[in-house]
């Protein structure tokens, strides 16, 4: 069975700095998603990673996929109060009948 | 439509009623997921089509719960016999298919009393 794991599940920052949100992935997945979510309201698609060492940017949040390491990351720059969210990762159970399992989530505060 | 369109909204329910929860996909998308979140968590898998068929029931909580689709677009959950556990938003998602992103309707929140 495909297990996503996301750490930290918490991270509070101060404006300005820079982090790093951890997916690490059990078994074979080549497609890795990572979504926010803003309290109370659903899922909004932020980067879809289809191969080996892709990287995307958008704005403050740039996410990378090793397959061989079963690792996606999503890092922070400079990170402002606006980026507050719940970041889920997932990916792609294809042995699984193509489910497409989360983890359990990472709620950033980021502190003015 | 534009997006994934959950109905309904709201929904508030007397334990053991049953309840229909219905989803919309974005027209064209053929896989379609359906997932739990209870307050503060993450999101739990319920099931997921690929056109009409689901290859996945594993799932679904309990024998209350079925699900359906039909045409290959709208698709509804029904819990029978509702039980307070089973109050959580219950989020739909659709896709084009497994290379593409899901997208996510903005959810059913039941509560059941």
């Known amino acids: 069975e495909l297990k996503v794991e996301q750490n930290p599940l918490f991270l509070s920052m101060q404006e300005g700095k820079n982090y790093t949100i951890y997916c690490n992935y059990s078994t074979t997945s080549d497609r890795l998603y990572w979504y926010r979510q803003d309290p109370g309201k659903s899922l909004e698609s932020l980067f879809v990673l289809l191969s080996n060492g892709a990287v995307k940017q958008e704005g403050r949040l740039m996410a990378s996929l090793d397959t061989k390491a079963r690792l996606s990351t999503l890092h922070i720059t400079a990170a402002v109060h606006d980026l507050s969210a719940t970041y889920f990762c997932a990916a792609i159970w294809v042995s699984g009948g193509n489910k497409l399992v989360f983890g359990a989530g990472t709620i950033l505060r980021v502190k003015s | 439509g534009a997006g994934v369109s959950q109905s309904p909204s709201n929904k508030v329910t007397e334990k053991g009623k049953d309840v229909e929860l219905r989803c919309d996909p974005i027209?064209?998308?053929?896989?379609l997921y359906w997932y739990r979140q209870s307050l503060g968590q993450g999101l739990e898998f319920l099931i997921y089509?690929?056109?009409?068929?689901?290859?996945?029931k594993s799932g679904l909580p309990s024998d209350r719960f079925s699900a359906e689709r039909t045409g290959g677009s709208v698709s509804t959950l029904t819990i029978q016999r509702t039980q307070q556990e089973d109050s959580a938003v219950y989020l739909c998602?659709?896709?084009?298919?497994?290379?593409?992103?899901?997208?996510f309707g903005q959810g059913t929140r039941l509560t059941v009393v």
């Open positions: 027209s064209g998308h053929t896989a």
């Open positions: 089509f690929q056109g009409n068929s689901a290859p996945d």
């Open positions: 998602a659709s896709s084009l298919g497994r290379s593409t992103e899901a997208f």
